[in-house]
Every structure is written in structure tokens, then in C-alpha cells.
């Protein structure tokens, strides 16, 4: 183990040149910039690290970067990352290019840096240092990239039903983890679910003079008392039984939490948003399990007639919602779609379209899980704190479909930081996390190698 | 007489180049294209008919078209009408031209060719008949055509409240009418009344991702709970006082609805329409009565967050309703506005912001006054058919401010007809019904001066 340490720290400069190298490829899977040229870059790039890589072709979508390289045992840990990233957009507030990947003060500053070709290439790092120095590593490893994470990874449940044996392994690594802004490693557990869907009503023929909206039935009404009946002001919402399997945090779940919630600058979240007061006026302990397990619905598009400047007297011919349903275990997200047509039957909103965009289930990998433990000591040992353990992400990600429904656990642990800018300008790792994020997974390796030959032997 | 509509016939053709000479012109208000040109060129053109006019200037405004031509009494006949236009656009589906004015089996085909400058015409046409046959005109006669009906008549106020003596008269002829399908024409003795208004709702600083959803307000919920108070699915408004002035139709008025209802065809309307029926269900007269006597509430314009193709998971920062109301007799437009406001803060919904962006009251000529009866039987001799009497159109229009708040009674005669695609592509006029219009405006002229004389004598 020392040897592979002292490898990673002796070649930290060529692993940052790999990762600009990488985030300098641009691969936006929204605008479909750079994918296929991505996978291959990757490709090769793994190579170079020793580990063996292949292409998967996808039938309409980027391709699939899949890599297995036998350890010790057969005792398998999978990798799960994405390749693409978000879009850049607005550019003029990136203060470097977002594909240059310009090293200021330690940081690494490039879309996609930290979500997650920062995660992809700690990874990498990791398993070649193992490679070169102990010329095996303590377990198998398998890496699985895909290229659409970014826009709801909708070719991921063909991949595993068209190649189960591949994702098959008995625990797995999350795309990513974060540290919060106590500099504290946050290790996730679980992912919410998701219903997204687009709600869709229809008038007359044509927008006409709002003058007949005396005899002619308008959308735009039909689309807001439909939408009024889904919540209601106090946040409950109304669609018969969609609470129904909403399981409550566990006391172990729950002195977790509260221990993050102390540590939690609230004040600072709410002034940094711009609001008066969280939802419900709620705070502390309250507001952290409100936050991971309290499902939602979100109204997050709405359009119908004119919507420029000043009066324009119109009856609208169409009206349109985007609502997206957050899911937690063990809500189910083909039952809610189900629910939701029903309710707008039984409150007589037949003539509301629903169109399904998005269908995620919940998942959540149990606190007692060995992955667990495994990420948790090793964690101590490279950060030098106790990290904190969410049972919960508030966002989505296809955990479901890739390991829950096996009953492979899996846990999120990366580079991130509070300061990262996810998703917006300015992304950045800072180097040391990219390094102590090489030795975390470089350390995680060996245990999870190691407690199966002792459990084993 | 008989040489004043022997002049008519004999100088068509040249009030029809005179139309398509105005048409030429364009005059947009909504885009502030040709206003200032259009108004000079009027006056040219009435001067040409023998009509001393003149520009009054409005700070912030097109100019005013202003004329009196004292005839054999004073009693004072008012032309109300407008030389802007409604936008052309889309411009691929018009057949010629908008502003070509292109005479094609007998139509004039142009934007404003009835809307309202082939009524500005007629008007014009009829005067310099009586002037050049008979030396002088019945009665006094006043031409006021504004530049902004289109956009709401935003400095007729001021312009009403400045230049109060140039709107006092006995009678007013309101811009226009229209034979409806039956080829019967439409009288009109009224308008509805409008506030307009447009509601914010607030949350972040900045779109969120929708994970957020569960500790963050959202405006477009709130909104969409505040629409939901509103008005319900029975179409209900539930605003407080609403319909606490709102007047039931007359007797006399019900008796003319009837009529008109026997002689429309629904069915055909519906069709055109593409719904599968009319609001609430309703037929015949109850459909009419509700299409002229009830208030509405519409959502014209709605819009938060992503409305895109496909799904992004945001939670809005912003969302944005445009209303509006249209009223009926004695409702009053700015009583209204402070209804929707005490009821937004009786439902707990003070964070949303109300902006009225057009207040106008709705008004109503009574059936007795004598101009409906000069009116009526003058379209008798003309069109040689009894006309149907509306006591009030859908639509709204500048009456209240103008003529009824000085109980100046008003009726709308014109030259328009079911196939003239008002603030659509193709308007057109039929040239027969511009000839029949300026008749009826000559004769209107001789009984409205004879009355006087006969009453006065």
C-alpha cells in the first residue's frame, strides 16, 4: 500500500495533465458536441493507465466506455461515471474558457471538471497505481461511463438489460461526492426518484380575441385548476396515494442528520438564495430531512399565449406545464405516473394531456452495507475527519436501475467541493481534493479486497 | 337628397382611390411605423373633400385628427375613428400585399381596409357629398381619429380631459359595424370594459435546480394557486363584489337577442372554432346573453421557467400571469382592480404583484336614444332589411371615456362584414358595402339634422 502512495504522490503532475486533457474535450450531451470523440479519448487514455477499455456501441445514443480488469479475487467493485457534462451556457460568465481548462491558484477551472471527469480520472489514477506497483489489484474493478447522464440516461435501462453480466458486481462507487462547506466529506447513500412529465391542454383551433373567452373553453384556465388540485398552498400534495410508500428516516438515519444539520450554515444558504424564509419556515434538523426525504412536485415550466411586453388581449389555443415529481423510497415512479393520470380523471381533467419525459425510481443502499463501512474508515484515514453520511441525495441519478434492482449497494464519494459551481459557470476542482480523492479510492480498493479474503479466509 | 346619393354614384370610383390611397399607407401603432405620415396625409385628404382639418399634437402620441364642419344647425353629429392599424404579421399568409390595397372580384384587400379606414372614408365621402350638392350640411358634423385604438387609446383621457369642447356633441357614430353572416347589419350600442393586469410571483435570486424544491418557494405554484382562486371550473369568478354591479338585460334588449339568435348559425361557428362545444354547454339565446352580458376572466399570457423541448429539472426564480377582465355595464374598471387586489391579500397571496396595464370602463347607449333610432331606420332604406340591434359587442373600446361619462349616445354603423378578417390576414372590404356604407352615413346625417329641426320647430 505504501508503494502505491507513494506512486500516486510521485506522478500527481501527469494525472492533472491527463484530467486538462480530458476536460478539454469538450462533450455536451444536450447539444450532442464531442461524444464519440470523448469515448474514444477515454478509451485511449485508460490504456495509458494499463487498464484495458472497449467501446460499446449504443443504438441512438453516444457510445458506452466499458472496462474490466480482474484483481486478487473476484470480488467485484463497479464504477459508475458519465463522460458528458452539462452545457457551458453563459459562456460570459466563465472567466476562462470552459474547455481550456486553466490551472489558477491550485484550481482546475473547466466544465465538467469535477461532474465527473475529475471522479473519472481519480479512478483511473487509483487502479494504475495499483497496476504498477503491486502489478494486481486487491479486487476487481469494472468502469462504466456513459455518455448521457446529463440528460437523464435514457439508453442506461437498455444497457443493462442488453448486457447485464457487465454491470453485474457487489458493490459499486457513485459517480460522486462532494465536501461541504466545512471541508467535511459528504459520502451519499441514495438518490431520490423522478416523474417528469409535461402536461398539455388544448382550446380552439387558433389564439383568438379574448373577447370569446365568454363561449370558448381556454386552456390556460384548464391547465391551472388542474395543476391547483396536484398541491396545495401548505405543500401537501393532493394525488391519491402518492404518499402511500413513503418510508420515514430510520434512528440511525436520523442521528446522522443530526449531526449534519449542526454543523450547517443555514443562514448563509438562505441570504446566499435570496429568500426570506425556506419553505414553511422551517429550520435545522426539520429542514435537512424535509430536504432528503420529503418528495415533491415542482412546477418547473409554464406557457401559454403571449408572454412579451405590455396588453395583448388574446385566448390562448394551448397551454403547456413541465411538473417533475422528486421520489423517495419506496415510491415507485411508473405507480406515481399511474396515480397522476387518475387523479386528473377523477377530478374530471380528462382532456389534459400527460407525456412522461423522465421515469427514475428512488434507491437507497442500506447504512450497514460493508461498501459503507468501507468508505467510511478509509475516509478517515485520508481526510483526517469524520465524514458525514447522507442516507439521501436530494437530486436523481440512475442508481436504480444500475444497482438497486440488483441488490448491488453503492455509494457516492468523488472530489467535489462547496465551492465547485456544478452545473454553472466557473466549475472547478481544487487539486488537493483530485489527489486525496486518488488515494481515498486507491485505499478503498485494498479494504474492500482485503475484508473479503479475511471474511473469506 | 337624391342629388347627394346621385353624387355618391357618380364619384365611386374616386373614393375608392382615395381608400386605397390611405391603405397604402402604412400605420402601425404597435410598432410606431408610418403614425405621423398617415395623420398628414389624412388631412390632406379630408381637406381635398372640402373638410377643414387639423393635427392636434399629444406629448408621447401621435398627433390627433381633428375636423368641425358647422352645418345648418349646431346640433353636433361626432365621428369617432382610428388611422392605425393592427400588425400585418404573419405576412406569408396574406395574398397580396397588406399594404397594397389590391382590388381583387370586387374587394379591397388591405390592413385597415375596414379597421377602420374604409369607414374614415365613407364618413369623409358622405360629408363632401352634402357639401358639394347642397352647399352645407345638416348638421354640425366633428371627425376625431386618433393614432392608438389598437394599442389601447392610451392619451385619449388626456386628450379628452385637454380638449374637452371637441368631443362635446348630441350623438356619436362609433368607429364601425358589420354585417354578419346573413348579410344583416350589426348595430352596435355598446362595449365591454376591460382591466387588464399582470401578476409577478417571485422566489430565488436565480433558477435553482429542482432538488431544491422541497426547502425553496416557487412562484409559478404560487401563482398558479392565486389564478386558482380566481375562477372556478364552473367559471364562477370568486372575486369578492364581482358581479355586484353587473345589470341584467332589458326586456327590450332580450327581445332584439332573440332575434339575432334565431338567426345565427352555432354550429358553423363551433366548427370554425375546432372545439368540440361551446362553454358550460350552453346554445341559442343563453349563449348569445352570456357572449354579451357576462364578465370574464382570462389568462391571456402565462410563463415560468423551462419551457423548451424535453425536460430540465428547474425550479423557476419567476413566473408571470397576464389577466384580463372584461366588463360589463355598471361595473367599473378601477373598482375592479381594487377587488382583485383586496381579495389577493384576503387569500394570504400578498407576495404576488399586481400591474394594471389597461383600464377601460364598459359603456352603453340606451335603446331610445333618438341616434338608434336615426340609426335604424335609415339602415332600413339603405340595405332595405331590418338591422339587428346589439346592445353591447365583446369587444371593448374607448366609448366610456368619450361619450358615455358626458351621456353622448353612441352607435357603431360601418362598412365591415362576416368575411373581413379583422386583425387577421386578408381584411378586406367589399366595395358594395363601402358605397352602401357612405349612403347610410349621408342619410344619417339628413334625419339626425331633419329631427332636430322638426323637434325644434
Partial sequence: MKHVLAYITDHRDRFVHKLQRLCRQPSISAQGVGL???????????????????????PGGPPLVYSEVRGRSSRTLLFYNHYDVQPPEPLEEWESDPFSAEIRSGNLYARGAVDTKGNIVARMAAVEAWLRTEGELPCTVKFLVEGEEEIGSPHLPWIVRE???????????????????TDTLNIYLGVKGICYIEL???????????????????????LVWALSTFKDPGERIRIEGFYDRVVAPAPEEL????????SR????????????AFLLDQHGLDLLVRHLYEPTCTICGLVSGYTGQGSKTVLPRWAMAKVDFRLVPNQDAEEVLGLIKAHLARYGFEDIKVRPLGIENPAKTPFDAEIVQVAVETAR????????????????????VLC????TPAVGVGVGYAGANIHAPNENLRLRDFF??????????????????????
Fill in 163 to 181: 448486457h447485464r453480466d457487465l454491470v453485474q458486481a457487489d458493490a459499486c462507487i457513485w459517480e460522486s461526492g462532494s465536501k461541504d462547506h
Fill in 436 to 457: 486525496e480523492g486518488i488515494m481515498h479510492i486507491a485505499l478503498i480498493l485494498e479494504r474492500f479486497g482485503e475484508r473479503y479474503r479475511s471474511r473469506a479466509g
Fill in 265 to 276: 450554515d443555514e443562514e448563509m444558504l438562505r441570504r446566499d438564495l435570496g429568500i426570506d
Fill in 200 to 222: 398539455e391542454a388544448e382550446g380552439a383551433n387558433r389564439d383568438l380575441h379574448s373577447s370569446m373567452a365568454t363561449i370558448v373553453p381556454n386552456p390556460a384556465w384548464r
Fill in 255 to 262: 442521528n446522522q442528520l443530526r449531526r449534519i444539520a449542526e
Fill in 404 to 407: 438497486t434492482q440488483f441488490g
Fill in 381 to 400: 484515514e485520508v481526510y483526517q475527519k469524520e465524514p458525514f453520511i447522507l442516507p439521501l441525495m436530494a437530486a436523481t441519478g440512475p442508481m436504480h
Fill in 36 to 58: 464519440v470523440e470523448t469515448a474514444h479519448l477515454l478509451v485511449s487514455q485508460m490504456e495509458e493507465c494499463g487498464i484495458p477499455a472497449r467501446l460499446i456501441p449504443i
